[in-house]
């Protein structure tokens, strides 16, 4: 019956998508300056119908409708609700399903967005748009449909993945999902822009709020991610520069450049070929990621679901936009005089662009030489955190300099800022470090630079903030996101450098002794729970500096469905450092092997993207005001 | 102001110093630089999986008997393939990898220093 009705519900909106394209191609010709009436009526549609199709599926799974292959593959009925919800999205075909509904939602918030205005270039972009949705929903109905059926209806699911069931991970997918697949909204508006020969002041107001809105959410979408694998995945860390993170991160930076990019365009018609190409690129990018992420060619934490058939349609897919963006693009390429004057703003955001496109070039390289090498020579070779931390680091330092240094330059001036403030910011940046930061291992030359130009752009940022506050301009969010990027780098490096780890093997009773922490395993106990049996060690820390005691629980996880065993790690988290334990048996022994580790400032780290992705908010909400 | 900002990292700084130790040794740092072959995306660090297990007492056999680091990785590459290092050795095969960027980065720099020298003043127009 929901296989039925949400067949029918996703077909009615593939109709009307389909009809406003077509409708779309005869309303272009017509001279009337008004887009007609039923454009808002068929997009509005469309929205309700892909939205009932997912809250079918959502349904399915809170009511365990296992007469749904999908419902049956990825759940259980003995799972909490919570992540019966979250399961909705937890697996490819539910996960495609809310990709379509972002999609035909920033379809239809262009449309309304500024109604009445440059109706062709909006009529355009519709068109682009709903080609791709109809392409994503082609996609669902021949090779991923969630509403396939299964008969006989089996009377159990065969369970989610534990490992997904976590509150993190519920929310992380819709977050990144509005991220990079709300760029699709400015990849078609771009082509459209091209073909119309719109202006490029008119281009840049349309689809800035887009592209802040993009952005914001995919920060948002990666910090989740990180906290997830911080403290699900057990090893201590938040980022591998797995395959995956990637991914999502190869987005961002395209992002970054963009909406920095935006600005000269908004102010001096200037970069508008630019600005086009990395519109596009944004979104080729995504999906890209999603290609290597869905396809299961790459080897990663994240490879829960994966199938060729899939890989190939979205590379059928992939290989249609890029030909038809670079047909486009040599087509109607925008002629343009660029005029740039050395030190001048605008010659900062280039340098931002050029470092992007570098650090995402890194990223890029780092995650598919590995394929060609495999392709060409047979060879396989692995690229993990050292070769970005290598490759990277050195170049964080100019960067976190231009990020502070190019906010106060001035638009069209090649004038120097207050050079005697800047030394002397940067000269008491230097003597914090020199002073106060002891390290003894690992604080080379280039790690103790970037803690010296971090904390530069901390001060930086906030001279910034106090000035904009005291001349009452309210336009802080440059300022909010470049002081959580300095805090970033700073509080990463640190973590870097301060973070302990410890592995030894304990019995019930024992107690460790380590130079700052004694560990005691105080009891092990079994407890049922309803979709899993767990073991969980009692574990008495003390801290013998400063006379502190703390209980840390980490478990052993046996699930019942599917049968997976999972460690959980037990964290005590303070705002300052966080102690982390995670223990697992050894076979035929008595004996658990156990991780102790400290990790300071996790908890700032998290808050410092808060402060990034909230400065991008913060100027979402100024342009709603305005 | 100024000095606000100083009060505050300085008492960070201070916590930072104090805790300062570190129980990490040798024996991890090259454990979190190989791949757990049997498992997916996982360092032998953070495996429990029998090979990780194996793995783990060759480094610790290694480091006992004197070996370096380097040649600890050179050991196991010879053994397992490239693919069990997360750091790709420095060779012939892997210069793409390691070269790529920085000839991309000189490119964009030579791209922005003719932008910028190029003199079509917007003014006089």
């Not at chain 1, 047979?378 to 960067?399: D, Q, R, T, W």
């Not at chain 1, 302990?500 to 019930?508: A, I, Q």
């Amino acid at each position: 019956m929901l296989s039925k009705i949400g067949i029918l519900s996703t077909l009615i909106s593939t109709i009307l998508s389909f009809l406003l394209v077509y409708q779309s191609f005869s309303e272009v010709k017509s001279k009337n300056n008004i887009i007609s009436k039923k454009f808002y009526y068929l997009s509005f549609y469309q929205l309700l119908f892909i939205i009932f199709s997912f809250l079918i599926l959502l349904f399915g799974y809170i009511f365990s409708d296992f007469s749904l292959i999908n419902v049956y593959e990825n759940s259980h009925t003995t799972k909490p609700l919570f992540y019966k919800i979250t399961g909705t999205w937890g697996n490819h075909e539910g996960s495609l399903l809310l990709w379509i509904n972002i999609m035909v939602l920033f379809s239809f918030l262009f449309l309304v967005y500024k109604k009445n205005t440059e109706k062709k270039f909006k009529l355009f972009t519709l068109i682009f748009q709903n080609i791709l949705i109809l392409f994503f929903l082609i996609f669902l109905l021949t090779n991923s449909n969630p509403f396939s059926e299964i008969y006989p209806a089996p009377s159990q699911g065969m369970g989610l993945n534990p490992i997904l069931q976590d509150p993190a991970l519920g929310i992380h997918p819709p977050l990144l999902y509005l991220g990079f697949v709300s760029s699709s909204i400015y990849f078609s508006a771009a082509l459209a822009s091209l073909i119309c020969r719109l202006e490029a002041n008119v281009f840049a107001k349309f689809i800035k709020l887009w592209v802040v809105i993009s952005w914001s959410f995919q920060t948002l979408g990666i910090l989740v991610g990180s906290i997830w694998a911080y403290y699900e995945l057990g090893w201590g860390g938040y980022w591998f520069w797995d395959p995956v993170e990637n991914s999502s991160l190869m987005p961002w930076f395209l992002m970054t450049a963009l909406f920095h990019s935006l600005l000269v365009l908004e102010k001096k018609n200037g970069l508008y070929a630019w600005v086009l190409i990395l519109s596009i690129l944004t979104f080729i990018m995504s999906v890209t990621g999603t290609f290597l992420v869905r396809s299961g060619i790459l080897n990663s934490v994240h490879t829960f679901a994966n199938d060729p058939s899939r890989g190939l349609f979205i590379l059928i897919f992939l290989a249609f936009m890029i030909s038809m963006s670079l047909i486009i693009l040599f087509k109607y390429f925008p002629n343009e005089k660029n005029n740039f004057l050395f030190l001048s703003k605008e010659s900062f955001v280039l340098f931002n662009n050029w470092f992007m496109i570098f650090f995402l070039t890194v990223v890029l390289i780092g995650t598919l030489y590995p394929l060609f090498l495999e392709v060409l020579s047979k060879e396989k070779v692995s690229v993990g955190p050292a070769y970005y931390n290598i490759v990277l680091a050195p170049f964080i330092v100019p960067f976190l300099f231009l990020m502070s240094y190019g906010p106060q330059s001035k638009w069209f001036s090649s004038k120097l800022v207050d050079v005697k403030k800047m030394f002397f910011i940067i000269l008491l940046s230097f003597s914090l470090v020199f002073i106060f930061a002891n390290f003894e291992k690992d604080s080379s030359f280039i790690t103790t630079l970037i803690l010296v130009f971090s904390i530069y752009l901390i001060l930086q940022s906030f001279l910034d903030l106090y000035t904009s506050i005291k001349n009452n301009s309210f336009n802080l969010s440059r300022s909010i996101s470049h002081l959580g990027f300095g805090m970033l780098i700073f509080f990463i490096s640190t973590n870097n450098i301060l973070s302990t780890e410890s592995n030894f093997n304990l019995k019930v009773g024992e107690t460790k002794k380590l130079t700052n922490y004694s560990i005691k395993f105080n009891n092990l106990k079994i407890l049922k729970e309803k979709n899993y049996e767990t073991l969980v060690g009692n574990f008495l820390i003390t801290d013998i500096k400063n006379y502190k005691e703390e209980n840390l629980k980490p478990e052993i996880r046996v699930y019942n469905q599917p049968k997976i065993v999972t460690y959980e790690s037990s964290i005590k988290s303070k705002i300052l450092s966080d102690t982390y334990l995670t223990m697992s048996n050894l076979a035929g022994s008595e004996f658990y092997s156990i991780r102790f580790q400290t990790k300071p400032f996790m908890n700032l780290i998290w808050i410092s993207v808060l402060i990034i992705s909230a400065g991008g908010f913060l100027r979402i909400l100024r342009r709603e005001n305005k | 102001m100024k000095n606000y900002f100083k009060i505050i990292t300085s008492i960070i700084f201070l916590i930072l110093s104090s805790n300062c130790f570190s129980d990490e040794n040798l024996n991890y740092k090259i454990y979190k630089n190989l791949r757990c072959l049997v498992c997916q995306g996982q360092t032998i660090a953070d495996s429990n999986s029998d090979f990780a297990m194996t793995i783990k007492s060759v480094v610790d056999d290694k480091v006992k008997d004197g070996m370096k680091e380097n040649e600890i990785y050179n050991f196991l590459a010879d053994k397992y393939g490239d693919w069990i290092l997360y750091k790709p050795p420095f060779k012939l095969k892997n210069y793409i990898l390691w070269f790529l960027p920085y000839i991309l980065f000189f490119l964009g720099g030579i791209l922005l220093l003719l932008i910028f020298l190029k003199k079509t003043p917007l003014s006089k127009k």
